[in-house]
Each structure stands twice: as structure tokens, then as C-alpha cells.
């Protein structure tokens, strides 16, 4: 039982559940420059590559925001600061998903390994940026950006312009709904002297940002269709990404941020499932 409750205690650190919004973009990527289902081989170490990277960069996060997180009533139960995992426990786990990272990259191909050092670089950078700039939300966009990216030169071996349309659909998303989840810490935000949209210009500024951004997201994901030939499958699960996050944006309200969490992880994550399987649907099933 103590075993379990420390692993369950790690997975809590590093939002384990909300591998969710990225993976399966990842695994869309993947899927596109396969032209149908990747190698199992390729599967595999994409999936530690994601899961890993994913990991340090939360345990960095949750590292460098100790104190801000000790200070914050929503985050103050955190895993660090209730000293229910140590500092330098959290930095051999951190150390530990970055060194996989890198031995998922060595094992896909040259370029993957070449190309890591990089992608760290981005998901170090991001910890420290709501220090100094409220673009941290595109800057959260770009790492989470690297998933289909890293994808498609673990299947293709080189990097191709025609897959950053997907890429650019995922920053635009994931700055977007990260826009909306700033809201529920304005206030601190602004007393702390931190960065945020939200805390820089208010709340309807931010509604207006996140919907601007996720109506490029669906510009980008629709303009996949032409580039990559896809077919009425991939269509409706774009229809239906689209009707999600219009009911995503109706749940958040200038003077109602009660139903926020709900906004960002089910329909994100719905969201992201939805974008996948179409994909999947669309060379798997014939038409």
C-alpha cells in the first residue's frame, strides 16, 4: 500500500491523466506520415518518448513553482509543497523521464536524437516564462506543439513543412483552453507580480484570445484535408472537435468560472480523441 499511494503521489505531481491532451495528437501525426498504422516498434517509443517528455517537463514545472505553489490556495496541496515528495526526490524523477526521452529519440532515428536537446530546451524554458511574459500560453503551445512534430520525424526520419499545420493547430489550442485556465488564478496572478493574459488584460480579453485561437485551430485542422487527401471521415471528426469546443467556450463565463475544470479536461480531452480516431478512421476504414 505505501508503494502504491508513492506511485499514485507521483502521478499527481506530473498530471498523469492529462497525458491525454497531446498523445493522441501525437499518435495522429504518426498515423499521417505512416499513411496507415506505424510500425509497433515505432508505436512504442513514441508513446515513452510522449509520456517521458511530458513527465520531466511537469516534474521541472512543479520543481520551479514550489514556492509560488506553497503561496497559491488552489495549488498549495500540491505534492511538493506538503513535503509529500522531496525537492530532490522530484529531481531524480524529472532526470529520470528526460533521460527516457532521450533514449526513445536514440531509438527512433538520427534526427529524433539530434533534434532532443531542442525539444528539452523548450520544455525547460517553459517553467520559468510566466516570470516575465504573458506569451507563456504559446509557449506552453509550442512544447505541447513538439508532440506531433516528434511524431511524424519518428515515422518519416526528416523534417517536412507539411506537417506544421497540425503543429500549429495544437499551439493555437493548447494556448487557447491554457488562456481560459489561467482565469481561476487572476487575481493571485496579478498580486505576485506573475504573467498570464488573464492577469495582464482581464477576463473578457482572455474569452476573446482563447476563442480567436480556437478558431485557427480549426482553420489548420480543416486545412490538413487538402495537403494530406483526407477524406470525409477526418472531416466530420473536425465537425465534431468544433462543435466541442463551442460547448467548451459556453461553459466559461465572464461572471461564472464555475464550470472551468469541466471546460478544460473533458472537453479537451474529448477533443484531442476525437481529432485521432477520425484520423485513424480515415486509412483504416476504406470509403
Not at 69 to 89: C, F, H, M, S, Y
Not at 216 to 229: A, E, M, N, V, Y
Not at 242 to 259: C, Q
Request: glycine share 6%.
Amino acid at each position: 500500500m505505501t508503494l502504491f499511494k508513492k506511485i499514485t503521489d507521483y502521478l499527481r505531481l506530473i498530471k498523469f491523466s492529462h497525458s491525454i491532451f497531446a498523445l493522441p495528437f501525437a499518435f495522429t501525426s504518426a498515423i499521417i506520415a505512416a499513411g496507415g498504422l506505424p510500425s509497433l516498434n515505432q508505436i512504442f517509443w513514441i508513446t515513452v518518448a510522449m509520456v517521458s517528455g511530458r513527465t520531466g517537463a511537469m516534474g521541472m514545472n512543479r520543481i520551479v513553482d514550489k514556492n509560488i505553489d506553497a503561496l497559491n490556495p488552489r495549488t498549495r496541496n500540491r505534492e511538493l509543497p506538503r513535503g509529500v515528495i522531496k525537492t530532490w526526490e522530484a529531481f531524480i524523477f524529472t532526470a529520470i523521464a528526460f533521460a527516457l526521452l532521450l533514449l526513445s529519440a536514440y531509438k527512433l532515428n538520427p534526427l529524433c536524437f539530434k533534434i532532443s536537446p531542442l525539444f528539452l530546451l523548450v520544455l525547460f524554458t517553459y517553467s520559468y516564462t510566466k516570470r516575465f511574459t504573458w506569451l507563456c500560453h504559446i509557449i506552453l503551445g509550442i512544447a505541447l506543439s513538439l508532440a506531433p512534430l516528434g511524431a511524424w520525424i519518428a515515422v518519416k526520419g526528416t523534417f517536412d513543412a507539411e506537417i506544421l499545420p497540425l503543429c500549429f493547430a495544437v499551439m493555437f489550442w493548447v494556448a487557447g483552453f491554457d488562456a481560459l485556465y489561467g482565469l481561476q488564478d487572476i487575481d493571485f496572478d496579478k498580486k505576485h507580480g506573475l504573467y498570464s493574459i488573464p492577469s495582464i488584460f482581464g477576463i473578457n480579453a482572455s474569452l476573446w484570445t482563447a476563442r480567436t485561437f480556437h478558431i485557427i485551430t480549426i482553420g489548420l485542422l480543416l486545412s490538413l484535408i487538402p495537403i494530406f487527401k483526407l477524406n470525409g471521415f477526418y472531416l466530420f471528426g473536425v465537425l465534431l472537435a468544433t462543435g466541442l469546443l463551442l460547448y467548451e467556450h459556453s461553459l466559461v463565463k465572464p461572471h461564472d468560472l464555475s464550470k472551468l475544470n469541466i471546460a478544460f479536461f473533458n472537453m479537451n480531452g474529448y477533443i484531442s480523441v476525437t481529432v485521432f480516431v477520425s484520423t485513424l478512421f480515415n486509412y483504416v476504414i476504406p470509403i
